[in-house]
Protein backbone atom coordinates (compact mmCIF):
# COMPACT_ATOMS: atom_id res chain seq x y z
CA UNK A 1 0.00 0.00 0.00
CA UNK A 2 1.05 3.44 -0.73
CA UNK A 3 -0.18 6.00 1.79
CA UNK A 4 -1.37 9.51 -0.15
CA UNK A 5 0.59 12.68 0.83
CA UNK A 6 -2.60 14.62 0.79
CA UNK A 7 -6.19 13.45 1.79
CA UNK A 8 -9.06 15.75 1.19
CA UNK A 9 -11.95 15.89 3.27
CA UNK A 10 -15.82 17.15 2.14
CA UNK A 11 -18.39 17.46 4.61
CA UNK A 12 -21.32 19.50 5.57
CA UNK A 13 -20.12 22.61 7.35
CA UNK A 14 -22.39 22.82 10.64
CA UNK A 15 -20.43 23.07 13.36
CA UNK A 16 -20.92 19.38 14.39
CA UNK A 17 -20.02 18.33 11.21
CA UNK A 18 -16.69 19.92 11.03
CA UNK A 19 -15.81 18.50 14.90
CA UNK A 20 -16.68 15.24 12.90
CA UNK A 21 -14.24 16.24 10.58
CA UNK A 22 -11.65 16.81 13.77
CA UNK A 23 -12.17 13.69 15.05
CA UNK A 24 -11.46 12.25 11.81
CA UNK A 25 -8.31 13.90 11.13
CA UNK A 26 -7.01 13.19 14.72
CA UNK A 27 -7.57 9.50 14.30
CA UNK A 28 -5.87 9.54 11.00
CA UNK A 29 -2.91 11.87 12.65
CA UNK A 30 -2.39 9.17 15.09
CA UNK A 31 -2.13 6.16 12.52
CA UNK A 32 -0.59 7.62 9.39
CA UNK A 33 0.80 10.76 11.07
CA UNK A 34 2.59 11.62 7.93
CA UNK A 35 -0.41 12.59 5.88
CA UNK A 36 -1.53 15.78 5.31
CA UNK A 37 -5.28 16.59 5.40
CA UNK A 38 -7.32 19.69 3.85
CA UNK A 39 -10.75 20.27 5.01
CA UNK A 40 -13.20 20.83 1.73
CA UNK A 41 -16.78 22.30 3.28
CA UNK A 42 -19.64 22.26 1.56
CA UNK A 43 -23.67 23.27 2.29
CA UNK A 44 -25.98 20.65 1.70
CA UNK A 45 -29.67 21.20 0.57
CA UNK A 46 -30.67 20.39 3.91
CA UNK A 47 -28.69 22.94 5.51
CA UNK A 48 -29.91 26.01 3.14
CA UNK A 49 -33.74 25.01 3.36
CA UNK A 50 -35.59 25.12 6.44
CA UNK A 51 -39.14 23.69 5.81
CA UNK A 52 -40.00 20.21 5.36
CA UNK A 53 -37.22 18.08 4.23
CA UNK A 54 -39.77 15.92 2.24
CA UNK A 55 -40.31 18.91 -0.08
CA UNK A 56 -36.98 18.86 -1.50
CA UNK A 57 -36.78 15.08 -1.60
CA UNK A 58 -35.70 14.44 1.85
CA UNK A 59 -33.06 11.97 0.73
CA UNK A 60 -29.87 12.66 0.47
CA UNK A 61 -30.51 16.15 1.26
CA UNK A 62 -27.60 16.23 3.86
CA UNK A 63 -25.52 14.45 1.83
CA UNK A 64 -26.04 15.39 -2.10
CA UNK A 65 -23.36 17.92 -2.55
CA UNK A 66 -21.33 16.06 -0.22
CA UNK A 67 -21.05 12.77 -2.40
CA UNK A 68 -21.01 15.49 -5.66
CA UNK A 69 -17.38 17.03 -4.57
CA UNK A 70 -16.21 13.46 -3.87
CA UNK A 71 -17.49 12.18 -7.19
CA UNK A 72 -16.06 15.55 -9.15
CA UNK A 73 -12.52 14.84 -7.44
CA UNK A 74 -12.96 18.28 -5.15
CA UNK A 75 -12.23 15.75 -2.84
CA UNK A 76 -10.95 12.31 -1.36
CA UNK A 77 -12.79 11.46 1.32
CA UNK A 78 -16.48 12.09 3.05
CA UNK A 79 -17.58 12.03 6.68
CA UNK A 80 -21.31 11.27 6.81
CA UNK A 81 -23.52 10.66 9.62
CA UNK A 82 -24.66 7.47 8.94
CA UNK A 83 -28.40 8.02 9.90
CA UNK A 84 -28.10 11.02 7.50
CA UNK A 85 -27.21 8.51 4.20
CA UNK A 86 -29.97 7.15 2.05
CA UNK A 87 -30.26 3.37 2.87
CA UNK A 88 -33.00 2.53 0.49
CA UNK A 89 -30.64 3.05 -2.89
CA UNK A 90 -27.19 1.68 -2.89
CA UNK A 91 -24.10 4.55 -2.39
CA UNK A 92 -24.20 7.03 -5.81
CA UNK A 93 -22.32 4.90 -8.22
CA UNK A 94 -18.30 5.18 -7.97
CA UNK A 95 -18.20 5.52 -4.00
CA UNK A 96 -18.18 3.04 -1.21
CA UNK A 97 -17.81 3.01 2.07
CA UNK A 98 -14.07 2.79 3.68
CA UNK A 99 -14.54 2.61 7.20
CA UNK A 100 -17.13 3.43 10.60
CA UNK A 101 -15.73 5.08 13.32
CA UNK A 102 -16.38 3.90 16.67
CA UNK A 103 -19.85 4.47 17.52
CA UNK A 104 -20.94 7.40 19.89
CA UNK A 105 -23.70 7.23 21.94
CA UNK A 106 -26.83 6.05 20.10
CA UNK A 107 -29.10 8.05 22.77
CA UNK A 108 -31.20 10.91 22.20
CA UNK A 109 -31.34 13.56 24.83
CA UNK A 110 -34.48 16.05 26.58
CA UNK A 111 -33.52 19.80 26.68
CA UNK A 112 -35.55 21.81 29.10
CA UNK A 113 -34.50 25.21 30.40
CA UNK A 114 -36.47 24.67 33.63
CA UNK A 115 -34.78 21.25 34.06
CA UNK A 116 -38.06 18.85 33.90
CA UNK A 117 -37.57 15.61 32.75
CA UNK A 118 -39.78 13.97 29.94
CA UNK A 119 -42.34 12.53 32.57
CA UNK A 120 -42.69 15.90 34.37
CA UNK A 121 -42.91 18.11 30.93
CA UNK A 122 -46.87 20.01 31.93
CA UNK A 123 -49.39 19.03 29.48
CA UNK A 124 -49.16 21.59 26.34
CA UNK A 125 -45.42 21.74 26.79
CA UNK A 126 -44.09 22.68 23.15
CA UNK A 127 -41.09 19.95 22.24
CA UNK A 128 -39.22 21.33 18.94
CA UNK A 129 -38.50 18.36 16.82
CA UNK A 130 -39.35 17.78 13.08
CA UNK A 131 -38.32 14.32 13.30
CA UNK A 132 -41.09 12.17 12.58
CA UNK A 133 -39.70 9.40 14.47
CA UNK A 134 -39.30 11.73 17.57
CA UNK A 135 -43.17 12.97 16.79
CA UNK A 136 -44.29 9.23 16.37
CA UNK A 137 -42.95 8.12 19.79
CA UNK A 138 -43.99 11.09 21.95
CA UNK A 139 -47.62 11.16 20.47
CA UNK A 140 -47.18 7.55 21.90
CA UNK A 141 -46.07 7.61 25.46
CA UNK A 142 -46.58 11.86 25.71
CA UNK A 143 -49.96 12.23 24.08
CA UNK A 144 -50.55 15.26 26.36
CA UNK A 145 -46.97 17.29 25.11
CA UNK A 146 -47.15 19.09 21.68
CA UNK A 147 -44.78 19.24 18.73
CA UNK A 148 -43.66 22.13 16.76
CA UNK A 149 -41.56 21.54 14.03
CA UNK A 150 -38.01 22.77 14.74
CA UNK A 151 -35.35 22.65 11.59
CA UNK A 152 -31.91 23.67 11.63
CA UNK A 153 -27.99 22.42 12.94
CA UNK A 154 -28.19 21.65 16.43
CA UNK A 155 -26.26 24.83 17.60
CA UNK A 156 -29.04 26.81 15.32
CA UNK A 157 -32.00 24.58 17.03
CA UNK A 158 -29.96 25.43 20.41
CA UNK A 159 -30.47 28.94 19.77
CA UNK A 160 -34.27 29.14 18.99
CA UNK A 161 -34.91 26.97 21.74
CA UNK A 162 -33.46 29.74 23.93
CA UNK A 163 -35.27 32.13 22.04
CA UNK A 164 -38.46 30.66 23.16
CA UNK A 165 -39.14 28.96 20.16
CA UNK A 166 -40.45 26.08 22.15
CA UNK A 167 -40.01 25.15 25.92
CA UNK A 168 -38.02 21.78 25.29
CA UNK A 169 -36.09 20.11 22.64
CA UNK A 170 -35.12 16.47 21.36
CA UNK A 171 -31.89 15.82 20.11
CA UNK A 172 -29.20 13.45 19.91
CA UNK A 173 -26.73 12.77 22.67
CA UNK A 174 -23.61 12.34 19.94
CA UNK A 175 -24.92 15.83 18.49
CA UNK A 176 -24.53 17.53 21.35
CA UNK A 177 -21.32 15.71 22.34
CA UNK A 178 -19.60 16.77 19.08
CA UNK A 179 -19.96 20.51 19.41
CA UNK A 180 -19.23 19.76 23.21
CA UNK A 181 -22.64 21.39 24.96
CA UNK A 182 -23.41 17.81 26.64
CA UNK A 183 -24.37 20.28 29.52
CA UNK A 184 -27.69 21.35 28.26
CA UNK A 185 -28.92 17.92 28.60
CA UNK A 186 -31.12 17.93 31.19
CA UNK A 187 -32.45 13.77 30.54
CA UNK A 188 -30.61 11.09 28.48
CA UNK A 189 -33.68 9.14 27.19
CA UNK A 190 -32.80 5.26 27.23
CA UNK A 191 -33.26 3.37 23.56
CA UNK A 192 -36.13 1.75 24.89
CA UNK A 193 -38.35 5.56 26.07
CA UNK A 194 -37.14 6.92 22.55
CA UNK A 195 -36.03 4.60 19.80
CA UNK A 196 -32.92 5.90 17.78
CA UNK A 197 -32.72 6.41 14.10
CA UNK A 198 -30.69 3.86 12.27
CA UNK A 199 -27.21 4.64 12.05
CA UNK A 200 -27.40 6.68 14.52
CA UNK A 201 -23.88 8.10 15.87
CA UNK A 202 -21.95 6.52 13.41
CA UNK A 203 -19.77 8.06 11.28
CA UNK A 204 -19.41 6.81 8.13
CA UNK A 205 -15.99 7.31 6.01
CA UNK A 206 -16.74 7.41 1.71
CA UNK A 207 -13.82 7.21 -1.17
CA UNK A 208 -13.82 6.89 -4.48
CA UNK A 209 -14.29 3.13 -5.37
CA UNK A 210 -11.08 2.35 -7.05
CA UNK A 211 -8.89 4.84 -4.81
CA UNK A 212 -7.45 1.80 -3.44
CA UNK A 213 -4.46 4.19 -1.53
CA UNK A 214 -7.22 5.90 -0.63
CA UNK A 215 -8.84 3.66 1.15
CA UNK A 216 -6.75 0.80 2.12
CA UNK A 217 -5.45 4.26 4.64
CA UNK A 218 -8.50 4.63 6.13
CA UNK A 219 -10.04 1.35 6.53
CA UNK A 220 -7.61 1.47 9.13
CA UNK A 221 -10.08 3.67 11.19
CA UNK A 222 -12.41 1.48 10.81
CA UNK A 223 -14.55 -0.48 13.94
CA UNK A 224 -15.35 -4.04 13.72
CA UNK A 225 -18.22 -4.18 15.82
CA UNK A 226 -19.41 -0.71 14.52
CA UNK A 227 -19.09 -2.59 11.16
CA UNK A 228 -21.39 -5.12 11.76
CA UNK A 229 -24.09 -3.01 13.23
CA UNK A 230 -23.69 -0.36 10.47
CA UNK A 231 -24.08 -3.26 7.80
CA UNK A 232 -27.05 -4.70 9.51
CA UNK A 233 -29.04 -1.58 10.23
CA UNK A 234 -28.34 -0.22 6.36
CA UNK A 235 -29.75 -3.68 4.99
CA UNK A 236 -32.85 -3.60 7.58
CA UNK A 237 -33.73 0.18 5.81
CA UNK A 238 -33.07 -1.31 2.76
CA UNK A 239 -35.55 -4.39 2.55
CA UNK A 240 -37.51 -2.16 4.33
CA UNK A 241 -37.74 0.97 1.36
CA UNK A 242 -39.11 3.56 3.93
CA UNK A 243 -39.33 7.49 2.62
CA UNK A 244 -38.86 10.32 4.22
CA UNK A 245 -42.10 10.64 6.62
CA UNK A 246 -42.06 7.16 7.81
CA UNK A 247 -41.06 6.45 11.70
CA UNK A 248 -38.93 4.21 11.65
CA UNK A 249 -36.04 3.41 14.50
CA UNK A 250 -34.14 0.88 15.53
CA UNK A 251 -30.59 -0.39 16.21
CA UNK A 252 -28.59 -2.93 16.11
CA UNK A 253 -25.64 -4.26 19.04
CA UNK A 254 -22.67 -6.11 19.26
CA UNK A 255 -23.08 -7.23 23.33
CA UNK A 256 -20.45 -8.24 25.46
CA UNK A 257 -20.24 -11.76 24.16
CA UNK A 258 -19.79 -10.75 20.62
CA UNK A 259 -23.35 -11.78 19.71
CA UNK A 260 -25.12 -9.41 16.93
CA UNK A 261 -28.69 -8.16 17.48
CA UNK A 262 -31.10 -5.82 15.88
CA UNK A 263 -33.89 -4.30 17.53
CA UNK A 264 -36.53 -2.01 15.16
CA UNK A 265 -40.38 -0.59 15.00
CA UNK A 266 -42.13 1.15 12.38
CA UNK A 267 -44.57 3.29 13.69
CA UNK A 268 -47.60 5.23 12.36
CA UNK A 269 -47.38 8.61 12.40
CA UNK A 270 -49.95 9.17 15.50
CA UNK A 271 -47.85 6.38 17.41
CA UNK A 272 -50.71 4.80 18.02
CA UNK A 273 -49.68 1.71 16.22
CA UNK A 274 -45.91 0.23 16.58
CA UNK A 275 -44.49 -2.62 15.04
CA UNK A 276 -41.82 -4.23 16.86
CA UNK A 277 -39.24 -7.13 16.02
CA UNK A 278 -36.22 -8.04 17.87
CA UNK A 279 -33.99 -10.71 16.25
CA UNK A 280 -29.94 -12.25 16.99
CA UNK A 281 -27.95 -13.13 14.29
CA UNK A 282 -26.56 -16.45 15.30
CA UNK A 283 -25.02 -17.86 12.29
CA UNK A 284 -26.08 -15.10 10.03
CA UNK A 285 -23.75 -12.47 8.84
CA UNK A 286 -24.74 -9.12 9.63
CA UNK A 287 -26.69 -8.44 6.33
CA UNK A 288 -28.96 -11.06 6.32
CA UNK A 289 -29.99 -10.13 10.07
CA UNK A 290 -31.04 -6.96 8.85
CA UNK A 291 -32.58 -8.53 5.97
CA UNK A 292 -34.40 -10.67 8.42
CA UNK A 293 -35.63 -8.35 10.78
CA UNK A 294 -37.07 -6.32 7.86
CA UNK A 295 -39.63 -9.06 6.59
CA UNK A 296 -40.13 -9.86 10.10
CA UNK A 297 -41.72 -6.50 10.11
CA UNK A 298 -43.10 -6.50 6.80
CA UNK A 299 -45.04 -9.78 8.38
CA UNK A 300 -46.56 -7.54 10.59
CA UNK A 301 -48.06 -4.94 7.97
CA UNK A 302 -45.32 -2.77 8.05
CA UNK A 303 -45.55 -2.08 4.24
CA UNK A 304 -49.25 -0.98 4.25
CA UNK A 305 -47.79 1.71 7.25
CA UNK A 306 -45.06 3.18 5.35
CA UNK A 307 -46.79 3.22 2.00
CA UNK A 308 -50.10 4.88 3.90
CA UNK A 309 -47.90 7.93 4.95
CA UNK A 310 -48.06 10.86 2.31
CA UNK A 311 -44.23 11.85 1.14
N1 LIG B 1 -30.12 16.02 11.14
C1 LIG B 1 -29.07 16.47 12.00
C2 LIG B 1 -28.32 15.34 12.58
N2 LIG B 1 -27.65 14.46 11.81
C3 LIG B 1 -27.08 13.51 12.64
C4 LIG B 1 -27.41 13.86 13.94
C5 LIG B 1 -27.02 13.12 15.14
C6 LIG B 1 -25.65 12.55 15.06
C7 LIG B 1 -25.61 11.12 14.63
O1 LIG B 1 -26.53 10.34 14.93
O2 LIG B 1 -24.60 10.74 14.00
C8 LIG B 1 -28.19 15.01 13.92
C9 LIG B 1 -28.73 15.71 15.09
C10 LIG B 1 -30.00 15.13 15.67
O3 LIG B 1 -30.60 14.20 15.12
O4 LIG B 1 -30.45 15.62 16.73
Not at 21 to 28: I, S
Amino acid sequence: MSVPELIRIVSRDSPMALAQVERVRAELAVLHPQVRTEVVPVKTTGDKWMGDLSAVEGKGAFTKEVDAALLAGEADLAVHCMKDVPADRPLPAGTTFAAFLKRDDIRDALIHLGGLTLDELPAGTRVGTSSVRRVAQLASTHPELECVPFRGNVNRRLEKLAAGEADALLVAMSGLERIDRLDVATEVLSAEAMMPPIGAGILALQCREGDTDVIDTISGLGHPETHREATAERMFLHVLQGHCNSPIAGYAQVDRSGELSLRACVFTPDGKTRLNAHEWAGRLDPATLGTSVAVALLRQGAREIIDGIPH
